[in-house]
């Protein structure tokens, strides 16, 4: 059975750093194809992707976020953690990280997601 | 970027109609082996449940009410028969590329 959780912190002030951490169960990262990818989703809003690691460190972000953001994995702990630098009132929202299917790409494993509010 | 535009955003519908929600990506995101548009399913406060993949496939455990087709850059989600439990809010996205992108979503409402 394969299940993710998001772990950190629940305020974040502004100009700060985000540490996100995603602990799964049920795969490993060291698998070839599987990725993990971090998904969030603004309050009453739509569902923005962020970024993407794959087994093999091969790491993909979103265009608007590779400036802020850096995915790391730790295969033995079975963790990816996520670090966006420079938070604002915008980036609040709930975020998921999200296991990325083999073959079609799609989500088929979401965690529960964690709401991180950016305000002073 | 890939953009998603999905319509309508909203929509009511009573229990037992059939509904279909449209996807358009700005370009062709099939491949050789198949085409990467994926849907999900978004209830208040909870984590998007992957329905369906690859256009048409369905998840194990999602009804067969929920059904998906399209090619190239035109898809759509429809849902036969509503039940109660499918009032939600449903996203597609695709996965031909990254970066990944998600429609702006359609929330299906109880008329």
């Known amino acids: 059975q394969i299940t993710l959780k998001e772990s950190g912190p629940a305020l974040v002030k502004p100009t700060q750093t985000l540490t996100l951490t995603c602990t799964f169960s049920g795969f490993s990262l060291s698998t070839s194809g599987l990725g993990v990818a971090w998904i969030r989703q603004p309050p009453g809003k739509a569902l923005e992707w962020l970024g993407i690691?794959?087994?093999?460190?091969?790491?993909r972000y979103s265009p608007s976020l590779e400036n802020r953001l850096t995915l790391t994995k730790d295969t033995s702990k079975n963790q990816v953690v996520l670090t966006m630098t420079s938070m604002y009132p915008v980036d609040t929202g709930t975020y998921y990280c999200?296991?990325?299917?083999?073959?079609?790409?799609?989500?088929?494993?979401w965690g529960q997601g964690t709401l991180v509010t950016v305000s002073s | 970027d890939i953009q998603m535009t999905q319509s309508p955003s909203s929509l009511s519908a009573s229990v037992g109609d059939r509904i279909t929600i449209t996807c358009r990506a700005s370009?062709?995101?099939?491949?050789?082996?198949?085409?990467?548009l994926n849907w999900y399913q978004q209830k208040p406060g909870k984590a998007p449940r992957l329905l369906i993949s690859?256009?048409?496939s369905l998840q194990s455990g999602v009804p067969s009410r929920f059904s998906g087709s399209g090619s190239g850059t035109d898809f759509t989600l429809t849902i036969s028969n509503l039940q109660p439990e499918d009032f939600a809010t449903y996203y597609c996205q695709q996965s031909y590329t990254t970066p990944r992108t998600f429609g702006q979503g359609t929330k299906l409402e109880i008329k």
């Open positions: 999200a296991h990325e299917n083999y073959g079609e790409s799609s989500f088929n494993y």
């Open positions: 370009q062709n995101i099939n491949s050789y082996l198949k085409t990467y």
């Open positions: 690859a256009t048409s």
């Open positions: 690691i794959y087994w093999d460190d091969d790491k």
